[in-house]
């Protein structure tokens, strides 16, 4: 089974933050995060009223954090020549061949970490922090299908 692809800039931005997302840990630091910057503003109006300098601060840094986040996803996508290329995956039983224009990657089964599914993306995890990712659109609903067998086959940890 072949699926062709190639991220446009959007794409790897959405792909970066689905990845990043699809940890847990990401998910419970940033409501744990959420959740002190608010009782911090609840705590600082209820002793002054709402005041500007007790809002303000929280604000900024929540706003922060997702734009420093954003633009170096932005700057890795254009100093690395590699991110737009057209990638061929080519799920095979034994294995997972990855060809770029200027790289070619084997994988054997045993080597993934998991391969899971969202709404949007397939991300074949290489490890516990390093994943590729394909658009679903790319993948046909039969070809999904065969890959949850082969991955079944190989016991790869999948939740297609």
């Given at each position: 089974?072949?699926?062709?692809?190639?991220?446009?800039?959007?794409?790897?931005?959405?792909?970066?933050?689905?990845?990043?997302?699809?940890?847990?840990?990401?998910?419970?630091?940033?409501?744990?995060?959420?959740?002190?910057?608010?009782?911090?503003?609840?705590?600082g109006i209820v002793r002054s009223g709402l005041v500007i300098a007790n809002v303000l601060?929280?604000?900024?840094?929540?706003?922060?954090?997702?734009?420093?986040?954003?633009?170096?996803?932005?700057?890795?996508?254009?100093?690395?020549?590699?991110?737009?290329?057209?990638?061929?995956?080519?799920?095979?039983?034994?294995?997972?061949?990855?060809?770029?224009?200027?790289?070619?990657?084997?994988?054997?089964?045993?080597?993934?970490?998991?391969?899971?599914?969202?709404?949007?993306?397939?991300?074949?995890?290489?490890?516990?922090?390093?994943?590729?990712?394909?658009?679903?659109?790319?993948?046909?609903?039969?070809?999904?299908?065969k890959l949850k067998n082969i991955l079944t086959d190989n016991q790869v940890v999948n939740?297609?």
């Amino acid at each position: 089974m072949i699926v062709k692809t190639k991220l446009s800039e959007k794409d790897y931005i959405n792909a970066s933050i689905a990845i990043l997302f699809a940890r847990s840990y990401t998910r419970n630091f940033l409501g744990i995060a959420c959740v002190v910057i608010l009782m911090n503003i609840i705590s600082g109006i209820v002793r002054s009223g709402l005041v500007i300098a007790n809002v303000l601060p929280p604000i900024i840094i929540l706003g922060i954090f997702p734009a420093v986040f954003y633009f170096s996803i932005k700057r890795g996508y254009r100093n690395n020549k590699r991110m737009n290329e057209s990638i061929e995956y080519n799920f095979m039983q034994n294995d997972l061949v990855v060809t770029g224009e200027s790289f070619k990657s084997e994988l054997s089964w045993n080597k993934v970490y998991k391969v899971a599914k969202t709404n949007k993306w397939l991300l074949i995890w290489q490890t516990r922090q390093i994943a590729n990712a394909i658009p679903i659109n790319n993948i046909a609903g039969d070809d999904l299908t065969k890959l949850k067998n082969i991955l079944t086959d190989n016991q790869v940890v999948n939740n297609l």
